[in-house]
């Protein structure tokens, strides 16, 4: 506002108070009012920015404290949904945080403010930046890197950022008390140019006095609040404050500051900064002497140091802390601020998280990834210092008795003791890892075959005379083990665990309960670690969904026209370049690793999902025609499955779910598995067949043994082995045989199926002798599942 309006408006305002005075008085007066006016705007200016100051001070402070608590949240967060329902908590807090932060960069300053205010939110946009990234790894999973970036960096910027607006605070503080205090200086030389103006002027001057009077009580009523304001600033924040004078005696604690110190407020002030705030080095132990007051440029810059903090009754706690001088305009020190925060619960979490990132929860032991990690160390020592260490994989016998029997708490309960025998049989400096399962892993540092040998052999003894008992029954246990020497000449990580699993599967093989030395000299392991490697392919199939089902057509040979078809359901699996391997390139695989039944459990439900859906699309015939009998499709059962116990339900399960046709689906058994386990084959055929499955004995006439067996199977049909098809067109042995085992199962009431029928005479030879049904290539090639048979299969039977 410009003079001559000041001026103007105190000429209203003193004709309106004193229009009997003198001009002269008049203009004294209207000097003096001038003067006040001045002032009493300046002043309410001045308490206006400062408590806009204050205001937007104090919402950086508490933007930034729910900011932190939110990530210690997120940290605490027990699983990624929970981590996710504070992610948005965060989000909402980062906009109110960065609306926080725009209006202390708005507020206008100068000189030292503007430094302090530059500052703030320099660390304001750093502790942003950095959170942010702590989030993002938190969200991603990287728990143990974000837990590392907030111990080293993000404790260390929240609290420069706490320091620089402390500063700010302070700096606004002390120049509002300046110029309030100029002001008041100049609302007295008022009173005196009044003053000389007569007893007119004093009465004047005694209304001015009273304005004056409202004006300072309004003006300390103001610097209180913000006094009180700045307070609660300081009380809220979730760090300790303390603050000195100029020769470093302590003026202020906050109650964070009171409460780790063990001082309140009153007591600490007046007090050496060294006898209440007591900081020792946490690696040295030694006591860190009194904080220096400086004010030279940068001395507030330094970076948060780790300490232990000692309280008044010498009780520690970990803090770390940062200190600052506290300047005036002129650049003199007037005391200094010291501000600390307690990392003992974010280093705990921290060593939570490390800790179990790296063991398994159920045993204690390390995983398999510390396990690795470790392994590939002694590899590399074994190799660039010649040192000699061992691998040794364990694998339990007999442990899936006592999960069959007892159920899984059993089997956890049985790790865990098994855990603590088998660790007071190794070394101070060996590690015992639990790999997955019943599986377990050694590493023997520094240690030599021989030696390797008998804690391999001291550790199988151990586990074989331990006795479990569980609900009052006893549990004896073995372990297969495999021992590998790492020297300079093993091979990568890869390599040596591949030769372990190879050794601990020999183990097995040979009787189990007993430890297997890997032999590379031996060329069996050649071909072992490629079984492996098709075992893991087999387990990729599983998971990628690489497995795919074809079927190959089984024609009738009576020549009738029919609507039903019959077919033996084949499987194969993709291999890494989508070529589809047959049933021979890794059954056997399978059968030798207990993948069999998973294969064959997986061929029986797909099938029956793909009928299921056939047959609700009408795609399969509701009605019987011609001959009066439904098609089927026929799968392999092995004798894996045949001895599973839980098989007859699954499968139970699936025809309840789906609704087939009874005869729809068919089971083939080889005479070799049916003759070794008739018992169970035909307890098992009896039960299926009263689910309406049918049953095809598979390869008949490779065993030989007796006709007799078939009285007690109830077999629909018998498949004749393809050895004696291919060749009865020219050797009278196999046509004899052929026709023998046709007739006879005619006699029995079974249907004939010939196998592998491969040229126009087999065929014309079969049909001769009144077989049943033929199946071939030369009837019909196998085809992928739900595509429509070829014309030429069509056409050559229909």
Known sequence: MTASLANSRSRILLFASFGLLLSVLTALIALGIARIESFNRQVNALSEAQGNKIGAISGLFLANGQRAGLIDRMFAAESPQARQAVLARYQAAIAAYTRAVERVRALPVDGAERD??????????????????????????????????????????????????????????????????AANDGMRNGFLLIGAGGILALIAGIVIAVVVIRIIVTTEERLEREKELAEVTLHSIVDGVITTDAAGR???????????????????????????????????????????????????????????????????????????????????VHGMIVVFHDVSQIRAMAQQLTWQASHDALTGLVNRREFERRLAELIETARTQRREHALLFMDLDSFKAVNDTCGHSAGDELLRQLTVIMLSRMRGSDTLARLGGDEFGALLESCPLEQALRIANALRETVREFRFVWEGKTFSVGVSIGLVPLTAASGDLNQVLAAADACCYDAKNRGRDRVQVHQPQVPDYGSRREELQLVSQITGAFEHGRFRLYRQRIAPLDGAPR?????????????????????????????????????????????????????????????????????????????????????????????????LPSGLLCFEITETTAISNLSK????????????????????????????????????????????????????????????????????????????????????????????????YFIAEPEALGEEPSQRQTALFA
């Open 116 to 181: 302090a205010r530059d500052a703030a939110v320099a660390a304001a946009g750093i502790a942003l930046a950095l959170g942010d990234k702590i989030v993002a790894l938190l969200m991603r999973g990287g728990i143990a890197t974000a837990s590392e970036l907030n111990l080293t960096q993000a404790v260390m910027v929240d609290s420069r950022l706490q320091e620089t607006l402390y500063l700010l605070l302070e700096s606004s503080h002390a120049r509002t008390t300046q110029e309030i205090a």
């Open 563 to 659: 609507r039903e078809q019959h077919y033996e359901v084949l499987v194969r699996m993709l291999d890494r370049a989508g070529n589809p391997v047959p049933a021979a390139g890794f059954m056997p695989a399978a059968e030798r690793y207990n993948l069999l039944t998973s294969i064959e459990r997986w061929v029986v439900s797909s099938l029956v999902e793909f009928l299921g859906r056939q047959w609700a699309a009408g795609a399969i015939p509701h009605e019987l025609h011609g001959s009066g009998e439904r098609g089927f499709y026929s799968v392999n059962l092995s004798g894996a499955s045949i001895n599973d116990r839980s098989f007859p339900d699954f499968l139970r399960n699936l025809l309840t779910r789906y609704q």
């Open 250 to 332: 302590i003026e202020y604690l906050n109650p964070v500051a009171e409460r780790y110190l063990g001082w309140s407020c009153h007591e600490a002030a007046g007090r050496r900064l060294s006898d209440v705030f007591r900081v020792v080095d946490e690696r040295s132990g030694s006591a860190i002497e009194t904080l220096p007051l400086t004010g030279e440029q940068g001395a507030g810059d330094a970076e948060p140091i780790a300490v232990r903090l000692l309280d008044r009754s010498g009780r520690e706690c970990p803090v770390r802390y940062s200190h600052a001088p506290i300047c005036g305009r002129d650049g003199a």
């Open 681 to 776: 084959a035909a307890e098992l055929m009896h039960e299926l067949k009263g689910m309406g499955c049918r049953f095809a004995l598979d390869d008949f006439g490779t065993g030989m043994s007796s006709f007799a067996y078939l009285k007690y199977l109830p077999v629909d049909y018998l498949k004749i082995a393809g050895v004696f098809i291919k060749d009865m067109a020219s050797d009278p042995m196999d046509y004899a045989i052929v026709d023998s085992i046709n007739r006879i199962s005619h006699i029995l009431g079974m249907r004939t199926v010939a196998e592998s029928v491969e040229d126009a005479a087999a065929l014309a030879r079969i049909t001769e002798l009144g077989l049943d049904y033929a199946q071939g």
